[in-house]
Nanobody
Framework: QVQLVESGGGLVQPGGSLKLSCAAS????????INWYRQAPGKERELVAA???????NYADFVTGRFTISRDNAKATAYLEMNKLAPEDTAVYYC????????????WGKGTLVTVSS
């Protein structure tokens, strides 16, 4: 059974930091591209950052320079370090694993809520 379990969300003040984790089980973690998505209330889900199986990184323009994605294949865990958080970063953050090249195998976690508010 495949599981992606996010953790690390919570309430943080503007300008603060959080580090999200995504622990995977039931997949060959190192073979997957890991993506972080987010969905704010009333908005569509959007891609935040991605790390390929070879370590290539991709970021949405709105987080470049503030967020860092990483992975530890030995621990089957991915991370999203978020700095300089702003109220507009408030959303449920989801971990996603896709197996290239065709992404037919596509798994999602249940999400973790990040609230940025004073």
């Amino acid at each position: 059974q495949v599981q992606l379990v996010e953790s690390g969300g919570g309430l943080v003040q503007p300008g603060g930091s959080l580090k999200l984790s995504c622990a995977a089980s039931g997949i060959t973690f190192s073979a997957y591209t890991i993506n972080w998505y987010r969905q704010a209330p009333g908005k569509e889900r959007e891609l935040v950052a991605a790390v390929t199986k070879t370590g290539d990184l991709n970021y949405a323009d709105f987080v470049t320079g503030r967020f860092t994605i990483s992975r530890d294949n030995a621990k089957a865990t991915a991370y999203l370090e978020m700095n300089k958080l702003a109220p507009e970063d408030t959303a449920v953050y989801y971990c996603n694993a896709k197996r290239p090249p065709f992404d037919v195998l596509d798994y999602w976690g249940k999400g973790t809520l990040v609230t940025v508010s004073s």
